[in-house]
């Protein structure tokens, strides 16, 4: 269907909602928030990426709906010609980053004439060397999570009989991956490796600068930049509101919420809260004090200075205000959480470290000191403190059902087993980030060292460690393993021991520039 102005309903969709054909994607920036755009050295990159490539007309058969080779004027299949006409042909759509990442939900959805032949497709972020397919997204997650998705709609490619696949043996198909993720490896070292030129396409700029699912290293405003929420479950279960259509999910700001306070804690972690600015906080509950000319009391000839008036500022904490449900009892607690200074009048005393109280609306509104020397420890939080008052709180709600036989240690299990899973201790886990960690630090450990530095630090490996590396560089495919120790990139394909020992003081070779 087309509207008035020309442009495909399909494609104004695409652009403008990532809405097509019944499948939402939840993403930043797009139709209903602004766009969300990140510097870096390839320049100015929006987290949202229009496609819209127009290519040469071909000729297309309109009796049997078949494009044909640019040279040819006959249809093959009814063998007529009146009915062959040039038509133009489109390459548009979209690239995005997703909220939230995933195992399973992301990737490209490909799609012809509206109709999604292909869903969360990852063949474009493979690298096809000619001989093999290199997996080149994620790479920067252990879990194997990603998170750039997409709609590219190409309505001149054929597809399979079974209308479920393009066909890949039609040069449309490779017009589209040269639009889309450009000639070349997406990783800047591979592509340098194989003498690529510039790209500048879509998929190459996301890549570049939203690659991560956590920032390296973790300095304020990083979060920001990568658009990362900290607290992935968290993240993901708040798009189920986005795609039931909650008004309060369709913007970033939720997300934003989570992810600026994140920033906040990296920029002063311990840093009591500002009595004297303003910060972004639920709608209503910081109003600004009535001023007053000094000359009017109140009733009964008492006199009170505008610090007693106003009312005790408190900063909105996003992070732990949402919805909580044990598995073992009813209750539903709809928490807003909120940093609070040590005489806050909800204390009950200057040494009280927090307080959970429910309102008349039925919220219950945790105000917590985090200067409190409770919080001067790993092993104790605010979520631990508000996790603890919820399992009293459900302890107490039971009591009297002889039927239920939960414990306050079982319900304070089980809610921290559905609210505090980011902060577990899984030595799966933090072997498998730290190993992304080492390599990080091998890939820039030596930017910018000059070919005899690289070279010389190589010489100071032992045999068997140079013997490992050049095994490493064979195993991967490494186009000019020269060129690599050159540039010291060795390190990228050494063992993680002999990393580590490069970092030891004791360790010094003649061209140590570190």
């Known amino acids: 269907m087309i509207r008035p102005n020309g442009v495909p309903i399909s494609f104004e969709l695409a652009l403008n909602g990532n809405r097509v054909a019944g499948r939402e994607h939840c993403i930043w ?18 987290a949202y990426q229009a496609v819209d490539q127009r290519l040469a007309n071909r000729p297309f058969c309109t009796r049997c709906w078949q494009w044909l080779p640019a040279d040819e004027e006959i249809c093959p299949s009814c063998g007529l010609t009146e009915s062959v006409v040039a038509r133009e042909r489109r390459v548009y759509g979209w690239l995005g980053i997703q909220r939230y990442l995933s195992q399973a ?3 490209i959805d490909f799609l012809r004439h509206g109709r999604k032949i292909e869903i969360a497709s990852r063949e474009l972020f493979q690298w096809n060397n000619g001989e093999t397919l290199e997996s080149e997204y994620p790479i920067d997650d252990w879990r194997n999570r990603g998170r750039i998705v997409g709609e590219i709609h190409l309505d001149h490619c054929r597809v399979m009989y079974t209308k479920d696949r393009f066909d890949r043996n039609d040069p449309a198909w490779d017009e589209m991956i ?19 030129g510039q790209n500048d396409s879509p998929l190459f700029l ?7 699912s956590s920032p390296k290293p973790k300095t304020a405003g990083s979060y920001e930049k990568l658009l990362i929420v900290p607290d992935n479950d968290r993240a993901e279960e708040m798009a189920k509101h986005f795609r039931a259509r909650e008004a309060e999910y369709q913007t970033d700001h939720k997300w934003m919420e989570l992810v600026k306070e994140a920033d906040r804690q990296l920029l002063t972690p311990d840093r009591p809260i500002d009595t004297d600015g303003d910060i972004e906080g639920f709608e209503g509950f910081n109003p600004p004090a009535e001023e007053t000319n000094g000359s009017e009391a109140p009733a009964g000839g008492e006199t009170e200075t505008a610090a007693e008036s106003q009312p005790p500022y408190r900063a909105p904490i996003p992070s732990l205000s949402q919805a909580y449900r044990s598995n073992a009892t009813s209750p539903i607690w709809e928490v807003r959480a909120y940093q609070v200074g040590p005489s806050d009048p909800e204390l009950n005393g200057r040494g009280t470290p927090w307080s959970l109280k429910a309102t008349t609306s039925g919220v219950h509104e945790f105000l917590v000191n985090t200067e409190h020397d409770i919080f001067r420890s790993a092993t104790m939080t605010p979520l631990d403190a508000l996790l603890a008052e919820l399992a009293s709180s459900a302890v107490d709600f039971q009591r009297g059902n002889r039927a239920s036989q939960a414990t306050f240690a079982s319900l304070l299990a089980d809610l921290r087993e559905q609210y505090a899973g980011m902060n577990k201790l899984d030595p799966e886990t933090l072997s498998n980030e730290a190993a992304l960690t080492l390599s990080s630090i091998s890939r820039d450990l030596f930017e910018g060292a000059g070919p005899e530095d690289g070279r010389a630090l190589f010489e100071e490996l032992a045999p068997v460690e140079q013997e490992g590396v050049y095994q490493r560089m064979a195993n991967r495919s490494v186009p000019n393993p020269q060129q690599v120790l050159d540039e010291g990139r060795f390190l990228e394909f050494a063992p993680y ?5 490069f970092l030891e003081p004791t360790f010094r070779p003649p061209y140590y520039r570190f």
Not at 29 to 46: E, F, H, I, L
Not at 178 to 196: E, F, M, S
Not at 497 to 501: P, V
Request: charged share 35%.
């Open 178 to 196: 040269r639009i889309v993720r450009g000639d070349g490896p997406l990783r800047p070292d591979k592509a340098k490796d194989l003498g690529c």
């Open 105 to 107: 939900d992301y990737g």
């Open 206 to 212: 996301l890549f570049q600068v939203f690659r991560r």
């Open 29 to 46: 920036g797009g139709r209903s928030s602004p766009t969300r755009k990140t510097q870096s050295k390839y320049g100015v990159v929006d």
């Open 497 to 501: 021991k002999t990393l580590l020992r």
